[in-house]
């Protein structure tokens, strides 16, 4: 296991469309034991293979922190295939490092996905656990949260972060 180096905004690698999964073999389960170490070591709640620059769509999640019930959690190829409310609050990711901005998510969510065995599991989470798994999903898509603000707020932030990452 190694701790990866997490990539940044606005690195483009973050903005790749990372690819299912077919087949979980060696590969599969170095790049989540790589995953898990590295957001521990952050520390973070979770993060999502493109990150660390690999673009296979793996996520994994620990808000046993704040959610003392939720163990950890790896989910290879998730798919949110339900979805209920709307609920805005306060988030930041590990590749947008000292920046927070509340966010609109769905309230609940339930994610279909495989696990590290090749189980198919269904993760249904309300709170944390939901807002933090919308957020991982889009990091597959190329999305970060920054991208979920108005316009306005979202000009505002590349300014400030842009110089704040020159200086
Ligand atoms: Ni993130």
């Given at each position: 296991m190694s701790v990866c180096k997490i990539y940044t905004y606005?690195?483009?690698?973050?903005r790749g469309n990372a690819a299912n999964i077919e087949e979980i073999n060696g590969d599969t389960q170095v790049l989540i034991d790589n995953m898990v170490e590295t957001m521990y070591a952050a520390p973070g709640i979770g993060l999502a293979a493109p990150q660390i620059g690999?673009?296979?769509?793996v996520i994994v999640l620990d808000v046993s922190n704040i959610?003392?019930?939720?163990?950890l959690i790896t989910i290879i190829?998730?798919?949110?295939v339900e979805a209920q409310g709307t609920v805005e609050s306060e988030e930041g990711c590990l590749s947008v490092p000292g920046y927070i901005s509340s966010i609109r998510r769905h309230e609940k969510v339930l994610v279909k996905g495989v696990d590290r065995d090749g189980k198919e599991i269904f993760v249904e989470a309300d709170g944390l656990l939901s807002r933090a798994l919308q957020h991982e999903i889009d990091h597959l898509d190329g999305?970060?949260?920054?991208?979920?603000?108005?316009k306005i707020k979202r000009e505002f932030f590349k300014k400030r972060y842009l110089r704040s990452i020159k200086a």
């Open positions: 606005p690195d483009e690698i973050l690999d673009h296979r769509r959610e003392e019930h939720r163990p190829n998730p798919v949110i999305v970060l949260f920054v991208d979920k603000m108005s």
